[in-house]
């Protein structure tokens, strides 16, 4: 039987990994405790928004709960939480109602609660304010981005993942992730540009 | 010095997949090396924005009494374990009770015949006689002997009527 630390550090393969990525369901308190910062990072990277973030975080592992029959184990339970997550963010996009009041109330405001509440460490406060100032653009920039782009970018820029784990996350081929992020930089870079111009 | 790095090989080398002569390049080329070095600070930023705030919500974050169950579904779950509880206690007592009534001694009945029976309950009925049951006794006795003489009760009943 693997252990729980031969399945997190994959050394173990096959029909060995699936059951023991099954089993790690089995105490799903853990599983929470392990991903919900993780997952809630996805999410907020995803929607600009902490409290749907932190709704959509709910919703992901309540959603986790409720089908972890149907988990074979093929992926890690992380992958397979990111999965998730991934697609209650574009089903939060699609929704036509959530999508009228965002755009009647939002547009750019969402991510200027996080960027007010990200303490820059600069010393002077115009210094604070110009670091403010480009994190915005980061953030305006992130939200033109295709929804495919902008998992793709938070999962490489946020959590760090490899091109394969974004594949696996995604359902994409790695080739195709790769065309996303270079988009998905193209369109921050050119509105950093936008931003030293005229900032 | 050869042309500045295209954005695609700007591009690899902020995933850190540059090929060796782009990297050789980034390291004598100062504009280079600075503007990917803008987009990778801003990129951090990013980063960090949200790291923190996902720590403040790890602060802020209460965990939930079980995951997919909501407070009634709680408190169901808790009726059912408080109607299993009284269902176990009535089950034991019923069970002690009988325990306790088989361990009182039952008079050990012999199976005897009908007619041996009867004769018991003659013997019974012929050993004591309440003393209000004592006329019925002599009755009985009396049906071995002859009938005492009968009282004409009549006769006396018209003289005492003449007086």
């Known amino acids: 039987m693997a252990t729980m630390l031969q399945v997190v550090e994959g050394a173990i393969d096959g029909d060995d990994r699936r059951a023991a ?5 089995d105490d ?60 209650l963010a574009h089903d939060y996009h699609r929704n036509r ?4 009041w965002r755009r009647l109330f ?10 007010a509440r990200r303490p820059s460490g600069a010393a002077t406060p115009e210094q604070d304010l110009l670091a403010k100032e480009k994190l915005a653009a980061v953030w305006s920039a992130v939200e033109k981005l295709s929804p495919q782009q902008r998992a793709v970018f938070v999962l490489r820029f946020v959590e760090q993942m490899s091109l394969e784990e974004i594949a696996a996350a995604t359902n994409l081929r790695p080739g195709t992730v790769k065309t996303h992020l270079f988009r998905a930089l193209g369109t921050v870079r050119k509105r950093m540009k936008e931003w030293q111009v005229s900032p | 010095m050869k042309e500045h790095l295209s954005e695609e090989q700007l591009n690899h ?25 803008k987009l990778k600070a801003a990129l951090d930023g990013f980063h960090d924005s949200i790291h923190g705030m996902a720590e403040d919500y790890r602060l802020r974050w209460q965990p939930p009494v079980q995951p997919g169950r909501s407070a009634w579904s709680q408190l169901i779950a808790q009726r059912w374990a408080y109607a299993v509880a009284l269902a176990a206690i009535l089950v034991v007592s019923v069970v002690l009770l009988r325990f306790d009534h088989r361990r009182v001694p039952h008079p050990v009945t012999a199976t005897l015949s009908e007619s041996e029976i009867l004769m018991q309950i003659q013997a019974d009925v012929s050993e004591d006689v309440p003393s209000a049951l004592a006329p ?3 009755l ?3 049906a071995e002997e002859p009938p005492p003489a009968p009282v004409n ?9 003449r007086r």
């Open chain 1, 106 to 115: 939002a547009g750019d405001n969402d991510a200027s609660e996080v960027v």
């Open chain 1, 28 to 87: 799903f308190d853990s599983v929470v405790l392990r991903h919900q910062q993780r997952i809630y990072r996805v999410l907020l990277g995803l929607v600009s928004d902490s409290d749907t973030a932190q709704t959509l975080t709910q919703e992901c592992f309540l959603k986790a709960y409720r089908s972890r029959s149907n988990y074979r184990g093929e992926a890690s339970v992380s992958t397979w939480l990111i999965r998730i997550a991934i697609n």
């Open chain 2, 140 to 142: 009985v006795a009396g």
């Open chain 2, 153 to 161: 009760v009549a006769r006396r009943g018209r003289k005492s009527s």
């Open chain 1, 97 to 100: 109602r959530m999508g009228f």
């Open chain 2, 136 to 138: 019925g006794e002599l």
């Open chain 1, 21 to 25: 990525n099954a089993a790690l369901l």
């Open chain 2, 13 to 37: 080398w902020i995933l850190g997949q540059a090929e060796s002569d782009a990297t050789e390049h980034m390291e004598a080329c100062a504009i280079c090396r600075r503007e990917a070095q």
